[in-house]
C-alpha cells in the first residue's frame, strides 16, 4: 500500500512537471499505470520469498555427523551415530592426554613386542633391541590408505584439539608417498595410533611388505580404519587391499575422507552412488563407515573426526569412556592463563549477579 500511495504520488508530479520538457503526460501516465501492476505483483512476489524464507529451514551443513545420521538408516554398512555426551567424553579425552611419537619402525623385527617374540622363537633369552625400554604394549589402531589420501593429515587431526589447534604431530605434504614407516603415536598411554606408508603408485614394495607383515602378525592390532579417498572414490589398489584384509581375518573400518571436495548440496547422492558401485556391499565383513575432512589449514572444516576418535576407542577396548582418565600431558603456559583468564570471569560474573540480586531485594 505504502509503494502504491508513493506511486501516485509520483503520477502526479510526473504529469505536472514534464510538460514543460515536451514529454506527453498521457504517455507517461499509461507507462505509470502498468508499472503500478507491475509494482504490486513484484512486491507480492517479495513478500512471498520473505514468507518462504522465513518457513523453510537454511540449508544444513552435510558435514561428517550429517552423513552418518543418514546413512545408519540407508545403508547396510553399520555407521556411529553419537550423543552430545559422546562427543563430549571423547573430546575431553584427547584433549586432556599426553601425546608423543614412541617409535617410527622400519623393521618389524626391531618393532617392541615383534623384537621378543622374534628372539624367543629364535631361542635367544635376550632380545636387546634399541626399543626395548621405552613402554609398556598397548592396544594399537592403524591408518591405512593410498598415498596422498589424507592419513597423516588425519593422524594430527585426532590428536589435536577441535576448533582451536591444530598440532602437528605428523608431516603432512602435498606431493604423494611421503611417509615413509610406521610412525606410533602414543595416546595419553590409552592406544598407539599408528600412521602408515601410503600404498599405490607411488608406494615402494619394502613399505608394501612392512605394512602388510605388520597387518598378519601384529598381536596388538585392534583395528584398521581404511581411508578412502572420498571424491574418486575407490580404485583397484584399495580393491585389493579390501580383499586381502578380509582374507586375513583382520578388523577393519572405512573412512571416505576429504569429503570437502564434493559440494554440500550433491554430497548424499555421491556418496550413495559412489558406495552402490563400490565392492563395499559385497564384502563378506561389513565394515563401519565414516564420513571425515582432515583438512589441516581450515580447522573449522575439519569434521567427522570425533566419529572416528569414538571407534578407536571402542576398538581398543575402552566402553566406558565416562570414567576413562589418559595420562595427561602437561598445559602450555598460554593454555594456564586463558584457564586462569575463564576463572576469573566467571568469578566476577557471579558476583556481579549477587550483587544485582542484592540490589533488587532491596
Ligand atoms: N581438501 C582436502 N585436502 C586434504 C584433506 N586431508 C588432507 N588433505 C591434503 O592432502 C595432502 C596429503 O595429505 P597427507 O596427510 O600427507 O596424506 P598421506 O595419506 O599421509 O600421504 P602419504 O604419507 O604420502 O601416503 C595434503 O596436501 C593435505 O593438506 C581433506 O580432508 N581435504
Ligand atoms: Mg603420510
Known amino acids: 500500500m505504502k509503494e502504491l500511495y508513493l506511486f501516485r504520488h509520483a503520477a502526479r508530479s510526473v504529469t505536472s512537471s514534464n510538460v514543460s520538457r515536451g514529454l506527453d503526460p498521457n504517455k507517461i501516465r499509461s507507462w505509470l499505470d502498468n508499472s503500478s501492476d507491475h509494482l504490486q505483483e513484484t512486491s507480492s512476489a517479495i513478500s512471498e520469498i520473505h514468507r518462504k524464507s522465513k518457513t523453510s529451514k537454511p540449508t544444513s551443513p552435510i558435514d561428517g555427523p550429517y552423513l552418518n545420521n543418514y546413512f545408519a538408516n540407508k545403508s547396510d554398512l553399520p555407521v556411529s551415530v553419537l550423543t552430545s555426551m559422546d562427543r563430549g567424553n571423547v573430546s575431553r579425552i584427547i584433549n586432556d592426554s599426553e601425546i608423543r611419537l614412541d617409535w617410527s619402525i622400519y623393521d618389524l623385527n626391531k618393532l617392541p613386542g615383534e623384537d621378543r617374540r622374534a628372539a624367543a622363537e629364535a631361542g635367544l ?46 608431516k603432512v605434504k602435498q606431493s604423494a608417498g611421503y611417509t ?15 600412521d602408515s606408508p601410503g600404498y599405490g603408485v ?20 585392534k583395528n584398521c580404519f581404511l581411508i578412502l579417498n572420498g ?8 580393491e585389493l ?56 589449514n581450515d580447522l573449522k572444516q575439519r ?15 575402552y566402553s566406558d569412556l565416562q570414567t576413562l582418565k589418559p595420562r595427561r600431558r602437561r598445559k602450555t603456559i598460554n ?19 549477587k550483587a544485582n540480586l542484592q540490589h533488587d531485594i532491596h
Open 125 to 170: 633369552d635376550q632380545p636387546g633391541t634399541s626399543h626395548e625400554n621405552k613402554g609398556q604394549l598397548l592396544p594399537e589402531v592403524i591408518l591405512l590408505g593410498r598415498c596422498n589420501v589424507g592419513k597423516s593429515s588425519l593422524v594430527n587431526a585426532l590428536m589435536s584439539n577441535n576448533k582451536q589447534s591444530a598440532t602437528t604431530y605428523a
Open 180 to 194: 615413509p614407516c610406521l610412525n606410533f603415536y602414543n595416546v595419553g598411554g590409552l592406544f598407539r595410533l599408528v
Open 202 to 221: 607411488k608406494g615402494k614394495p619394502w613399505q608394501g611388505e612392512l605394512t602388510m607383515r605388520y597387518l598378519a602378525e601384529r598381536r596388538e592390532l
Open 231 to 238: 571424491d574418486l572414490g575407490l580404485n583397484k589398489y584399495d
Open 241 to 296: 587391499i579390501l580383499e586381502a584384509l578380509v582374507e586375513m581375518g583382520v578388523q577393519f573400518d572405512i573412512i571416505f575422507n576429504k569429503i570437502d571436495k564434493i559440494k554440500n548440496e550433491s554430497r548424499i547422492q555421491h556418496y550413495e552412488e559412489l558406495i552402490s558401485r563400490s565392492i563395499l556391499n559385497d564384502l563378506k565383513i561389513k565394515p563401519r563407515m565414516y564420513f571425515a575432512n582432515s583438512i589441516e
Open 303 to 317: 569434521t567427522g573426526i570425533n566419529e572416528i576418535r569414538y571407534g578407536i576407542l571402542q576398538s581398543c577396548g
Open 335 to 353: 593454555e594456564t592463563i586463558e584457564k586462569i583468564k575463564e576463572k576469573n570471569a566467571r568469578k566476577s560474573l557471579k558476583a556481579q549477579a
